[in-house]
């Protein structure tokens, strides 16, 4: 039986998303992770393989990543090189296959976690196009005609960014589970995982600025977790402490904001304080 997931002493995560990880391993089906930018979606598989020693294979996906591409890639370009030059034995297809971030998963006799990262940048029909594969934990190569079939269900965690809408039939085949931003106690924690000797004053102090920041109104992209941890390393090196912060506004306001629109919001956000 597994044992519960509750993160790592570098990675801290809610209860909620605990529980949501252990159901997806128990039922062995992925886990499916939505939620603003910067609040661990990618971060989780990474620490999930650490702390159980797995493999991680991580699928970075971009607009032209074809659902394929994840499970072999066949080099026509080599092959054919080979077959003007005369290098190699071109009737070997084999030698031009190369297995992809689920095809190394599955091939492998050990559990490995598969990091399906950005799904919703791909076109309408990737997710679909992975049923299969992601119910048979199986394929095969039509060049070759070889089946590879998984010794051992990885666990498989995608990340969405919530750009596109996935298709149902995919999220019937998902464990779901929306990622709440941190709340501030949840938040000071996560701080103190990168700055463990920070006073408890200034952590106050920066905590308050940044939830404050955070509810203004029209921010395009308000600040994220690692944002926040950014800020505080510059308010450090500055050697600024909690009642110099509570005096200063926002100092080191790019290391927080980064739209022009965003600061002119909050801009005018203060100016209408003012008058």
């Not at 005096?247 to 801009?267: N, S």
Request: aromatic share 6%.
């Amino acid at each position: 039986m597994d044992t519960p997931f509750r993160g790592t002493a570098k990675y801290i995560v809610s209860e909620e998303l605990g529980r949501a990880v252990d159901v997806a391993v128990h039922l062995q089906r992925p886990l499916l992770l939505k939620g603003e930018p910067g609040t661990g979606k990618t971060l989780l598989a990474i620490n999930l393989a650490a702390a159980r020693g797995l493999p991680l294979e991580r699928w970075q996906v971009k607009s032209t990543t074809k659902a394929v591409e994840g499970l072999y890639e066949y080099d026509t370009v080599r092959r054919l090189h080979d077959s003007r030059f005369g290098e190699g034995d071109v009737r070997d297809i084999a030698q031009y296959i190369s297995l992809g971030p689920l095809g190394r998963a599955f091939e492998r006799d050990e559990r490995s976690v598969v990091l399906i990262d950005e799904i919703d940048k791909a076109d309408l029909e990737f997710p679909n196009d992975l049923l299969h594969e992601l119910d048979t934990m199986s394929f095969t190569i039509s060049e070759t005609g070889r089946t590879v079939t998984a010794g051992r269900r990885p666990i498989v965690i995608i990340t969405s960014n919530n750009e596109k809408e996935l298709p149902d039939a995919f999220l019937r085949r998902c464990v779901f589970h929306w990622i709440e931003f941190p709340d501030r106690e949840l938040m000071a924690r996560i701080v103190r995982v990168h700055h463990p000797d920070l006073e408890d004053e200034l952590l106050g102090a920066a905590l308050g600025a940044f939830y404050r920041l955070r509810q203004v109104d029209g921010l395009r992209k308000p600040p994220s977790t690692s944002e926040l941890i950014d800020w505080i390393s510059a308010l450090r090196h500055s050697g600024m402490d909690a009642a110099k912060l509570l005096g200063a506004g926002l100092p080191f306001l790019g290391t927080l904001l980064k739209k022009e629109q965003d600061v002119e919001t909050l801009q005018r956000v203060v100016r209408r304080g003012r008058g």
